[in-house]
């Protein structure tokens, strides 16, 4: 006979399911900040490095984290940036982050930037900049809030210059 309270018919309760793909999806987010930072960190380096093209490649990985994330003003920043520098790039396509994920042209864009630039060379660039991002996130109220600091602007600005987006 079925357990009532376990609708899958497993040798686990409900709630023990449920709480794992709680776990699982926050530490899927937790990664995506993670990573969302990384890539941040690297474009505003390689801004003040003057290399601006590697900047608007580090923009457009952090601008599809923050889209994939929901920080739609974090990503209109990425975006802007990106289109200030090169008004003629693939991003001028479509009017968000947003709406280029789904699309093949970005799809193939993002994972060609994603073999360039893979997560584990991202944290040893990191590394050898001297910037350390253990715990970082933590000492902020929230994603955007932590993504602002990064990109040397507030949230209260991003909404002011790209709320209307989100």
Not at 50 to 56: L, N, S, Y
Not at 91 to 119: C, G, I, M, N
Request: with cysteine; glycine share 4%.
């Amino acid at each position: 006979m079925q357990d009532a309270s376990n609708p899958t018919g497993g040798d686990y309760s409900w709630n023990s399911a449920l709480c794992r793909a709680l776990d699982i999806l926050n530490d899927f987010m937790a990664n995506s900040v993670d990573h969302l930072g990384i890539y941040l960190h690297l474009a505003r380096a390689s801004d003040q490095r003057r290399r601006p093209m590697v900047r608007d490649r580090l923009l457009i990985m952090a601008g599809a984290i923050a889209a994939e994330m929901h920080l739609d003003t974090v990503a209109a920043y990425c975006r802007h940036q990106v289109l200030q520098h090169n008004p003629r790039h693939l991003v001028r396509r479509w009017p968000t982050l947003s709406a280029a994920l789904d699309d093949e042209d970005f799809k193939s864009h993002r994972a060609q930037l994603k073999r360039r630039y893979p997560r584990e060379k991202a944290e040893q660039m990191l590394d050898s900049l001297g910037i350390q991002l253990a715990n970082e996130r933590d000492t902020y109220f929230s994603d955007i809030e932590y993504a602002a600091a990064i990109m040397g602007t507030t949230p209260d600005a991003l909404d002011e210059q790209f709320g209307e987006l989100g």
